[in-house]
Structure formats: C-alpha cells, structure tokens
C-alpha cells in the first residue's frame, strides 16, 4: 500500500495486514464523500494502518491487563 519517493526506505507497517484490501486498494486515490446535509466533496483517501492495528489489538483484548484496568476507573 505504501506508495512516494520514501516507500523504498521505509521498512513495511505491520498494521497494514488489518486495513481492508478493498479499502486499501483506494489508497491515495480521490473518493467521493457525502456530508450529513447531502452534498458531496472529492478528496484524497488517506489510509492509517495504525488505527486499523490499534482496534484489532482492542478486539483482542491486548489491553485488558490487570494493571490497565486498575487506570480506567
């Protein structure tokens, strides 16, 4: 999914394992994006795979440790 001048040098993201592939096949690409009042815009899509990483992980429960749990109340 990386694509530009830095892909070469930069190592592969583990997290993009969890992007979707069709999400991930419009990378970069203009997508149409419909507002809440109806009217449309164009832009680029910009794919994060950290966030798509971080959820998995959430769903997994990597963050459930006692100690975690101790901080959220």
């Not at 950290?50 to 749990?69: M, Y």
Request: glycine share 10%.
């Amino acid at each position: 999914m990386s694509t530009g001048p830095l892909s070469a040098d930069m190592p592969p993201d583990p997290d993009e394992d969890d992007v979707p592939a069709g999400l991930a096949a419009l990378a970069g690409q203009p997508v149409q994006i419909t507002e809440p009042d109806g009217t449309t815009t164009t832009a680029v899509l910009m794919i994060v795979p950290g966030l798509f990483g971080h959820a998995r992980r959430i769903r997994e429960g990597f963050f459930d440790t006692h100690d975690d749990s101790k901080e959220r109340q």
